[in-house]
């Protein structure tokens, strides 16, 4: 399998001056409303503009994980280069598809590179050695290590950290192969050779096999699992040992305390769970394995003869002709979701089982589980409905979130062609759109971004905001520094120059 050298082209999405087309008559920075709240006070800090003969490609635009700063591809004549916070950091040939990337905490930028037909990965700035193709960068957890695959003629290898592993005919490259572990110690991946297949974990090469799957590590990194076959037989190899072989194996989990592994498996055209040594009842089809957060219960979803049931630490649940994701309280001590009997669903939860509506959403709930959160339809109409009390109708909704505290709800709602955001079951004023909805950290505050006469401003407890733009930078958040102090990065209503905006909410 060979790597695409793939990489971001001059098209049709590389703009000087994306907003001319939004505000012509608009000059300079954020622009002033005459509405100025008293409630919160603004401060616009412009962080970078777009000025002499660099074209930059917006679709790759990335904000860090705390808003702080962005990255992005740009061209100038025939040479590319990656703005991190403005600054080139080289001239190349090309710049990777799907790149740059951010580490997890922020603060390190990666993206691949190609220069005199060789491609290379550039970390912190640092250009490492060439290649004739390289994958996407992945980041550690921890954002303390990286990797890419590299290939060289027709072998593949990874690179871990500047440092490069055994050549193979290729290495499956999905969405957790190659990855590291959760505490960021140690990496897994799937490598053929010779047409046979091997996981190899810290650079050590395990049994091969007909077929291997991305291995997944337990929740505190001391285990790992993954599924291989042999002879026309499926087996769960768990920290090198593998377990009886079955017909098929299917979807598979750690409990979140990592002492437990389920998996599904079939024999003899039934499925089950199976646990170490034990296999649970068989049913035609058995999936979605959850434990819950203590790790004390497991649940599963079973079909026999058309009939769908939630299995629960054993116990076949009510039967209904479709089932939805469960979900378990934080504490463990409930459950709910969403399942059809006819043409009609129900939130079902340990306690009892709701009224019948057109559909249900995925159920959610709060911090100390007293209060769950679920979407409906009902005659056309979107509520939700929150420990039983069902909102007005909505064309459009969005899931609800909580409060820290858990003990306020805020969601998105379109009414016609606006939207509002509902805090507390309250409506707010009515906007072109709204986005972003959070809560300060002390759960006192509700800000978000609101959109009015073609611009937006920002809106604190759904008072407006002084200053007008053109939008938030993909990506960015409202990012809380303290309880009454947040940030966020916007984009100028007039040119293309983007701003830090930091706001102070008075009298908290």
């Known amino acids: 399998m060979r790597l695409k050298s793939n990489y971001q082209k001059n098209s049709a999405f590389f703009i000087t001056s994306f907003f001319i087309a939004i505000a012509l008559w608009l000059t300079g920075s954020p622009v002033q409303a005459n509405n100025e709240s008293s409630f919160f006070t603004e401060k616009e800090s412009s962080i970078w503009k777009l000025e002499g003969e660099w074209n930059v490609f917006l679709p790759s635009l990335k904000v860090n994980s705390d808003s702080s700063g962005f990255s992005m591809v740009a061209k100038k004549e025939s040479k590319f280069a990656v703005l991190v916070d403005g600054k080139v950091q080289d001239l190349f040939d090309a710049i990777g598809k799907g790149t740059p990337v951010y580490s997890p905490d922020g603060k390190r930028v990666a993206f691949s590179a190609r220069k005199n037909a060789k491609w290379h990965m550039v970390v912190d700035g640092k250009t490492g050695p060439g290649f004739d193709a390289v994958s996407a960068p992945k980041f550690s957890p921890d954002s303390s290590r990286f990797l890419y695959i590299a290939q060289d003629d027709k072998h593949q290898k990874l690179v871990v950290d500047n440092t490069s592993g055994h050549s193979y005919g290729g290495i499956i490259n999905k969405l957790t192969s190659p990855g590291f572990s959760p505490d960021s110690k140690h990496v897994a991946y799937v490598a053929y050779r010779d047409k046979k297949f091997r996981q190899v974990i810290d650079g050590k090469e395990h049994n091969t096999y007909s077929a291997v799957n991305p291995a997944v590590f337990s929740p505190d990194s001391s285990q790992i699992a993954y599924t291989v076959k042999r002879n026309d037989l499926f087996f769960m190899v768990k920290n090198g040992v593998a377990g009886k072989g079955y017909e098929k194996l299917g979807m598979f989990s750690f409990s979140p305390d990592s002492k437990r592994l389920c998996y599904a498996a079939q024999k003899d055209e039934k499925w089950f769970m199976v646990e170490g040594e034990n296999t649970g009842q068989p049913y035609d ?31 076949a649940g009510p039967c209904f002709d479709e089932i939805a994701l469960l979900n378990f309280s934080p504490d463990s001590n409930q459950y709910i979701y969403s399942a059809r009997k006819g043409d009609k669903w129900h939130m079902v939860s340990e306690a009892c089982i709701s009224s019948p509506y057109e559909k249900v959403g995925l159920s959610s709930f709060n911090k100390d589980a007293s209060k769950t959160a679920s979407m409906i339809l009902e ?9 039983g009390v069902k909102s007005p109708g909505y064309d459009e909704a969005r899931p609800v979130i909580f409060s820290p505290d858990g003990k306020r709800t805020l969601f998105m709602a379109k009414k016609g062609h606006q939207w509002t955001v509902v805090v507390d079951g309250k409506e707010g004023p009515l906007y072109d759109g709204v986005a972003t909805p959070v809560f300060s950290p002390d759960s006192s505050h509700v800000t978000y971004l609101a959109k009015k006469d073609r611009l937006w401003l920002i809106s604190v407890d759904h008072n407006e905001g002084r200053l007008r733009f053109a939008g938030g930078l993909k990506g960015a958040g409202l990012i809380f520094d303290e309880p009454d102090r947040f940030h966020t990065l916007v984009l100028s209503p007039s040119s293309f120059e983007f701003y830090r905006l930091d706001v102070d909410i008075q009298g908290s």
Request: avoid cysteine; glycine fraction near 4%; aromatic fraction near 8%.
């Open 379 to 387: 005659n056309g109409k979107i509520h939700i409905v929150v420990n």
């Open 285 to 315: 089809r058995v999936a979605m394995p959850i434990f819950s957060p203590d790790s004390s219960t497991l649940a599963y979803l079973s079909i026999n003869e058309k009939k769908w049931s939630m299995i629960i630490n054993g116990n």
